[in-house]
């Protein structure tokens, strides 16, 4: 049996204070589940067991969503992590506040998911 993990990092910089935060300072109102892991798990990779990394950089919007993302590093190349990686920080929704009460919307969020497959 596969299993197929996703794990983030994240670093996020408030539009208006420059300030940097980790994951750990952010709050997450709705994570992707599991189904969601092996839904956007590219393919060919999948099928292949091949695995991979990609890091995007994304706004939160005023809801929590992350917007324009952009892949900024994928590897391997061509294997579809980068496309799999946006559409999983879709299914992400930020709170308004970080831990500290500091506003996220508007902040920037750059997050590396490695995508891993294990025998079970």
Avoid at 47 to 52: D, N, R
Avoid at 54 to 62: K, Q
Avoid at 85 to 94: D, E, L, N, Q, S
């Amino acid at each position: 049996m596969l299993v197929i993990l996703a794990a983030a990092a994240a670093l996020a910089t408030t539009a208006d204070t420059g300030r940097v935060f980790t994951d750990k300072e952010l709050l997450f109102s709705h994570t992707p589940s599991y189904s969601d892991i092996l839904t956007d798990y590219p393919e060919k990779a999948s099928s292949l067991e091949k695995e991979g990394t990609a890091t995007v950089l994304c706004t939160i919007s005023a809801q929590g969503r992350m917007e324009a993302c952009a892949v900024e590093q994928e590897t391997p190349a061509g294997w579809g992590f980068g496309k799999a990686t946006v559409k999983f920080v879709h299914r992400a929704v930020v709170a308004p506040q970080a831990r500290d009460g500091s506003p996220t919307a508007g902040a920037r969020v750059r997050m590396k998911i490695v995508w891993q497959i294990r025998m079970a």
